[in-house]
């Protein structure tokens, strides 16, 4: 039997069309709201710290337009060396960024965030993924980068598409959470919650 949380409303706080292809895999009702906030890193803030921030602050975000709902924030940080790689957003960042980390392991920090707006609680998860990328030539990164134009994605990678090429391998306990929402830890957030996927 379904508990009364199982019919409230859920709030995907994005804008990414990836974010809502891999929530569909769900099979459950949602809704799509873009909670447009500063994503920029503050000062001495780490990496992982920053992912978790904004997933949690996009969540919240929402909830002045949804405030009954259970809402969905996520982010992710991809670093290097101590660098963090944000989205390029133009043709020129992205290949100065392949070229940078051709050759060498990035790490994907993907935070998950999980508001229940009526009770204010919030659920936080990381998902770290190592992704080592193949030794690409400039030509190799031109041709990508005119095919797939991933300027929207951190570190130029968009490993949903052709960017599965660039990716010599990768250890991640949750592989959606490359992508950009990971789902398994998605599923556990949600049971905790009271909603029945299957």
Known sequence: MKTQKAAQQLVLGSSSIYRRELLQ????????FNPEIDETPLAEEIPEGT???LAAAKARAVAGTYPNALIIGADQVAVLEGIQLGKPLNHINATRQLQFIRGKEVVFHTALGLFNSPKGSMQTRLISSHVKFRKLSDRQIENYLTKEQPYHCAG???????G???????????????????LIALVEMLTCEGVEIV
């Open 25 to 32: 895999r769900l099979q459950i009702p949602f809704e799509v």
């Open 156 to 162: 130029s990678a968009k490993s949903e598409g052709l």
């Open 51 to 53: 992912a978790l921030r």
């Open 164 to 182: 599965i090429v660039l990716i010599e391998r990768m250890v991640s306990e949750d592989p959606s959470a490359l992508i950009g929402l990971p």
